[in-house]
Antibody, heavy 122, light 107 residues
């Protein structure tokens, strides 16, 4: 069965960096786009970033452009989110999520990781 | 950027009752509208894609309808496990965006 297991996260001071990982299993990772979606405490869902199945195309929400970088290693079935210059408002549970499309990004999400909490605080 | 609004914010119902949730888009999204369910402490779960197609394993008491700017998620008879927050999401325009959610709670 499809599994997305996240790691990373924790408490970090404003301006510092953090890297999240999401290890996939149970499907052919290299043919699916992958996303990061976040949820601030008690709030709704916010799309953060997308990487295409082959790693060539990357897109970001305006709120994180220039600070966050999404990447993937298809040989290790893992997607990453490098978060730099973190701000208090980046505090959220971060989810990795699989795009529903095969070798095309449909921009909706059929499987989700368990989520990891990132807290940005001094 | 397309803005989604959901109503009501909270829906208080009893098990066995019918739930009708609304999602409205600020401009047409044709049928590129998705519904998710989220329970406390859990990741969201895909329910309905492209306005009316149930995802794999989703019971047929869940149905979606609509096109353009107005969409509805209907739960025909609420089961205890259906009490949760429901989000709509559009993929018609960049970036993909979510509505604020409807909380279906037990009356």
């Amino acid at each position: 069965q499809v599994q997305l297991v996240q790691s990373g996260g924790g408490v970090v001071q404003p301006g510092r960096s953090l890297r999240l990982s999401c290890a996939a299993s149970g499907f052919t990772f290299s043919i699916y786009g992958m996303h990061w979606v976040r949820q601030a405490p008690g709030k709704g869902l916010e799309w953060v970033a997308l990487i295409s199945y082959d790693g060539i195309n990357k897109h970001y929400a305006d709120a994180v452009t220039g600070r966050f970088t999404i990447s993937r290693d298809n040989s290790k079935n893992t997607v990453f989110l490098q978060m730099n210059s973190l701000r208090v408002e980046d505090t959220a549970v971060y989810y990795c999520a699989r795009d529903r499309g095969w070798q095309v990004e449909l921009q909706y999400f059929d499987n989700w990781g368990q989520g990891t909490l990132v807290t940005v605080s001094s | 950027e397309i803005v989604l609004t959901q109503s009501p914010a909270t829906l208080s119902l009893s098990p066995g009752e019918r739930a009708t949730l609304s999602c409205r888009a600020s401009q047409s999204v044709t049928t590129y509208l998705t519904w998710y369910q989220q329970k406390p402490g859990q990741a969201p779960r895909l329910l309905i894609f492209d306005a009316s197609n149930r995802a794999t394993g989703i019971p047929d008491r869940f149905s979606g309808s609509g096109s353009g700017t107005d969409f509805t998620l209907t739960i025909s008879s609420l089961e205890p496990e259906d009490f949760a927050v429901y989000y709509c999401q559009q993929r018609s325009d960049w970036p993909p965006s979510f509505g604020p959610g409807t909380n279906v709670d037990i009356k």
